[in-house]
C-alpha cells in the first residue's frame, strides 16, 4: 500500500491538473472569501448597510482572523466542491483513457491497493489543499485586520480543529464522488460533466421544487450538497437564504448530522468505487 | 518435464452472444519463447488479459507462475505490455517508469537499466506525449523489464515500429531467450513469431487450433521436379520414395519430406531416359500453414481444440 500511495503521489504533484485545481480553489477562495467583501466593506459609508443589505461591521467581522475556520469552508459547498469532484474524476477517469490502470494493475499490486494508494494519495492532496487555504486565509485576515486596526485575536485550537476537520471532510466527500463517476463512466470527459450538473445544477433544481413540493425535502434534506452546506452553516457561516449569505450554506441539518451524512456518503462512495474496480474486467 | 509456468485449462470468455475465447489450453514452459499467433481478433489479446487477470473467464483455470491470474505474487514476477502502452502523457518516460517501480516494489536503480534495454536513455526526460508510436512501444517493453521479471507477456510488441525498430525488437527478444527469459508473445506477424518463438499456439476464432514447435506447425519441406514425359518421371520416383511421397501439382512432380534423396533420383531420372528441367526444394513457411489453418473454410471451422 505504501507503494502504490508513493507511487500516486509522484505521479499526482507532476500533474498539471492538480495544480490548476488547486490554485483555482485558492484564488477563488480568497477573492470570494476575503477581497470581494473587503471591497464591499471599504466602499460602504461605514454606517449603513452595504449594497447587499450587510452592514459594514458585520462584514469586518467576517474578514477578521478568528473567523478563519468559517470563511475556509463556506466556498467548499458550491465551487470547492465542484473543483475537487472534478480532481477525483480526473484523477480516476484519465486512468482509463490513457490506460494506465491497466499498465498499473499488471505491474504488482492488487487492485484494490492500487485504488486504495491513489484515494490516499487524493486525502493527502485535499489535506494539504485545507491547510494552505487556512494559512492563506489566516494572512489575507491578519493583514485586513491589521489595515483595519481592528482586533488581531485568532481562532480557538477546538475552532481550527472543527474548520479544518469540515473542510477536509466536505473535499473528501466531493472528490470521493468524482472517484466514483469517473470509475462508472470508465473517462475524465463524461464524469466530470456528470459531477458539474449534478452538484450545480440538479441538486439546486431540487431543492428549488422543494419548496413547492414539500414532500420532495425527504429526498433534498439528505443530498451531498445539503449536508456540505449545512456543516458550513453549523459552524457558524451565513446560510444562503439570509442578507449576505454564501450560496451552498444552509441550516438544514445540524453539525452532527451533516458531519454523519457527510461520512456516510464517503464510506458509500469509496465502497461502491472499490468494489467496481476490483469485480470489473478491465478491456481498454 | 519441462517446468510449465502458464497453463491454462479450457479458458473461455463470452460476451454475451459472442464467444471471444473458446476452451483455450496451453502451456509455456520455463525459458521457451511462446509465440501466440492469430489474425486480429482471434483472440489472443483477451487470452493473455485472463492470464494476467485483467479479465475474469467465464469458465475454465488459468495458472501464471503457480498463482492464479492477477495475484500480486504472480505479477510482482511477471512483465506484460498488452495491446498499446498506457503511460500519464505528462510526465517524462523515466517518470512513468519510476512510478511503475514504486507501484511493483521494484528498485528505482531498475529504471535506468530498462531504459538502457530499449535503447531509450537518450530522450528519457522528455515527456511522454511527446514520443513517436515507437518509442511508446519500447517504453511499454522496458516497463515489462522492470524488476527483471521471470515471464514477459507481450502483446504485438512490434506494433508501430519501424523496420529498423522492429528488426531491433526482434534482437532484444532473441537476446532475452538467449539468457534465459520465458517469454509468452502474440503476434500476427508471422516472420517475427517464425524468427523468434521456439514453440507456437494458433489461435482463430477463439480457438486455440494447434500447439507446437515452429517446425512441427510449418510441417514438411518438399521438392519441385519440372521433367518429361511426366507419367515415367512419377513411376521412377514413386519406385524411389514410395508412391504416396509423390503427387503431380500444377504439372509438376512434387515430393514430399527434404531433398536427402535428390541427387539419387535425378540419376533414376535420367537413366531411365527422363529429361529433367527443373529440380528445386520448395520450403514450407509458417504463414503456409498459417494461411491453411486459419482461412475460413479451412481447418479453422473443423479444427478440434486440443485437450
Known amino acids: 500500500m505504501i507503494g502504490s500511495v508513493r507511487a500516486e503521489l509522484l505521479r499526482l504533484r507532476r500533474w498539471p491538473a492538480l495544480w490548476v485545481l488547486c490554485g483555482s480553489w485558492v484564488v477563488l477562495n480568497l477573492v470570494f472569501g476575503y477581497l470581494f467583501d473587503y471591497l464591499s466593506y471599504r466602499s460602504s459609508d461605514g454606517v449603513g448597510p452595504g449594497n447587499d443589505g450587510v452592514p459594514p461591521q458585520v462584514l469586518l467581522d467576517g474578514l477578521l482572523p478568528d473567523r478563519v475556520p468559517v470563511t475556509m469552508v463556506q466556498g467548499l459547498p458550491i465551487f470547492g466542491g465542484a473543483l475537487l469532484l472534478i480532481l477525483g474524476a480526473l484523477a480516476f477517469g484519465s486512468g482509463y483513457g490513457w490506460g494506465t490502470w491497466k499498465t498499473v494493475f499488471t505491474a504488482g499490486p492488487r487492485r484494490g491497493t492500487a485504488v486504495g494508494g491513489t484515494l490516499a494519495a487524493l486525502g493527502v492532496v485535499v489535506a494539504c489543499l485545507t491547510a494552505v487555504t487556512f494559512a492563506l486565509d489566516l494572512a489575507a485576515s491578519l493583514a485586513i485586520a491589521a489595515a483595519e486596526s481592528a482586533p488581531l485575536t485568532l481562532p480557538g485550537p477546538l475552532q481550527v480543529v472543527q474548520g479544518l476537520g469540515s473542510g477536509l471532510l466536505i473535499g473528501c466527500m466531493w472528490t470521493g464522488a468524482g472517484m466514483l463517476l469517473g470509475t462508472v463512466t470508465r473517462g475524465p470527459a463524461l464524469s466530470v460533466g456528470l459531477g458539474l450538473v449534478w452538484a450545480l445544477v440538479v441538486e439546486n433544481l431540487l431543492r428549488g421544487l422543494a419548496d413547492a413540493l414539500g414532500s420532495l425535502h425527504v429526498l433534498t434534506d439528505v443530498l451531498p450538497g445539503t449536508a456540505a452546506g449545512s456543516l458550513v452553516g453549523a459552524l457558524g457561516a451565513i446560510p444562503a437564504d439570509d442578507p449576505g449569505g454564501t450560496p451552498g450554506v444552509s441550516t438544514i441539518l445540524g453539525g452532527p448530522a451533516a458531519m454523519a451524512l457527510l461520512v456516510a456518503y464517503l464510506a458509500a462512495f469509496l465502497i461502491a468505487g472499490l468494489a467496481l474496480t476490483t469485480r470489473r474486467d478491465l478491456t481498454s | 518435464m519441462m517446468d510449465d509456468i502458464v497453463v491454462s485449462d479450457r479458458l473461455t470468455k463470452r460476451y454475451g452472444d459472442r464467444l471471444a475465447v473458446d476452451a483455450v489450453s496451453l502451456r509455456v514452459g520455463r525459458g521457451e519463447v511462446y509465440g501466440f499467433l492469430g489474425p486480429n481478433g482471434a483472440g489472443k489479446t483477451t487470452t493473455l488479459r485472463m492470464l494476467l487477470g485483467l479479465v475474469r473467464p467465464t469458465s475454465g483455470t488459468a495458472a501464471v507462475l503457480g498463482q492464479p491470474p492477477g495475484s500480486p505474487a504472480g505479477l510482482y514476477r511477471t512483465g506484460a505490455l498488452i495491446e498499446s502502452p498506457g503511460f500519464y502523457p505528462y510526465l517524462s518516460g523515466r517518470?512513468?517508469?519510476?512510478?511503475?517501480?514504486?507501484?511493483?516494489?521494484?528498485?528505482?536503480?531498475?529504471?535506468?537499466?530498462?531504459?538502457?534495454?530499449?535503447?531509450?536513455?537518450?530522450?528519457?526526460?522528455?515527456?511522454?506525449?511527446?514520443?513517436?508510436?515507437?518509442?511508446?512501444?519500447?517504453?511499454?517493453?522496458?516497463?515489462?523489464?522492470?524488476?527483471?521479471?521471470?515471464?514477459?507477456?507481450?502483446?504485438?510488441?512490434?506494433?508501430?515500429?519501424?523496420?529498423?525498430?522492429?528488426?531491433?525488437?526482434?534482437?532484444?527478444?532473441?537476446?532475452?531467450?538467449g539468457a534465459g527469459q520465458t517469454i509468452l508473445l502474440s503476434s500476427h506477424q508471422l516472420g517475427e513469431v517464425e524468427q523468434v518463438c521456439d514453440r507456437v499456439g494458433v489461435i482463430s476464432a477463439g480457438r486455440l487450433l494447434t500447439e507446437g514447435t515452429v517446425a512441427e506447425i510449418r510441417g514438411e519441406s518438399s521438392t519441385l521436379l519440372r521433367a518429361d514425359p511426366l507419367p515415367t518421371a512419377q513411376a521412377v520416383a514413386a519406385g524411389l520414395v514410395g508412391a504416396a511421397a509423390v503427387s503431380i501439382v500444377d504439372g509438376a512432380?512434387?515430393?514430399?519430406?527434404?531433398?536427402?534423396?535428390?541427387?539419387?533420383?535425378?540419376?533414376?531420372?535420367?537413366?531411365?531416359?527422363?529429361?529433367?528441367?527443373?529440380?528445386?526444394?520448395?520450403?514450407?513457411?509458417?504463414?503456409?500453414?498459417?494461411?491453411?489453418?486459419?482461412?475460413?473454410?479451412?481447418?479453422?471451422?473443423?479444427?478440434?481444440?486440443?485437450?
Open chain 2, 95 to 177: 517518470a512513468n517508469l519510476r512510478v511503475l517501480a514504486r507501484y511493483g516494489g521494484h528498485e528505482e536503480v531498475a529504471v535506468a537499466a530498462a531504459l538502457e534495454l530499449v535503447d531509450l536513455s537518450g530522450r528519457a526526460d522528455d515527456r511522454y506525449r511527446t514520443y513517436s508510436l515507437g518509442m511508446k512501444q519500447r517504453l511499454g517493453v522496458a516497463a515489462a523489464l522492470l524488476g527483471r521479471p521471470e515471464l514477459l507477456i507481450l502483446d504485438e510488441p512490434t506494433n508501430g515500429l519501424d523496420p529498423a525498430g522492429m528488426a531491433d525488437m526482434r534482437e532484444l527478444l532473441r537476446a532475452l531467450a
Open chain 2, 253 to 307: 512432380l512434387r515430393l514430399a519430406g527434404g531433398g536427402d534423396r535428390t541427387a539419387e533420383l535425378v540419376r533414376a531420372l535420367v537413366l531411365a531416359g527422363v529429361a529433367v528441367h527443373e529440380v528445386r526444394p520448395v520450403e514450407r513457411t509458417l504463414q503456409d500453414a498459417f494461411f491453411e489453418m486459419t482461412a475460413p473454410t479451412g481447418p479453422a471451422e473443423r479444427a478440434e481444440v486440443p485437450a
